[in-house]
Nanobody, 122 residues
Framework: QVQLVESGGGLVQAGGSLRLSCAAS????????MGWFRQAPGKEREFVSA????????YYADSVKGRFTISRDNAKNTVYLQMNSLKPEDTAVYYC???????????????WGQGTQVTVSS
């Protein structure tokens, strides 16, 4: 069982930046592909970004490519999402997830955090 806790959300003006963190309870975070997802009001949860076990491979949704950067520190059991040039349409609850199956594209995530709210004002 892996417990994930997101933090770092908040209210920011358009064009601003936020860094989200996802702290994992496991000491073997390197065994998991980690991903960030988001869910806006009235919409389905959507994929944002994922990172491989070692951090050498990353993948982004087209909507955030060039603005968001995912990274991980396995020694600290933490995954980050640096969000720059934020837009009002980035407003959502952001969730981190973990999965054991390989590959940063697709797959079913087995563990989820409780989410952190990001609100971008225009």
């Amino acid at each position: 069982q892996v417990q994930l806790v997101e933090s770092g959300g908040g209210l920011v003006q358009a064009g601003g930046s936020l860094r989200l963190s996802c702290a994992a309870s496991t000491r073997t975070l390197s065994n998991y592909i980690m991903g960030w997802f988001r869910q806006a009001p009235g919409k389905e949860r959507e994929f944002v970004s994922a990172i491989s076990w070692s951090g050498s491979t990353t993948y982004y949704a087209d909507s955030v490519k060039g603005r968001f950067t995912i990274s991980r520190d396995n020694a600290k059991n933490t995954v980050y999402l640096q969000m720059n040039s934020l837009k009002p349409e980035d407003t959502a609850v952001y969730y981190c997830g973990a999965k054991r199956t390989p590959g940063v594209i697709g797959g079913t995530y087995n563990y989820w955090g409780q989410g952190t709210q990001v609100t971008v004002s225009s």
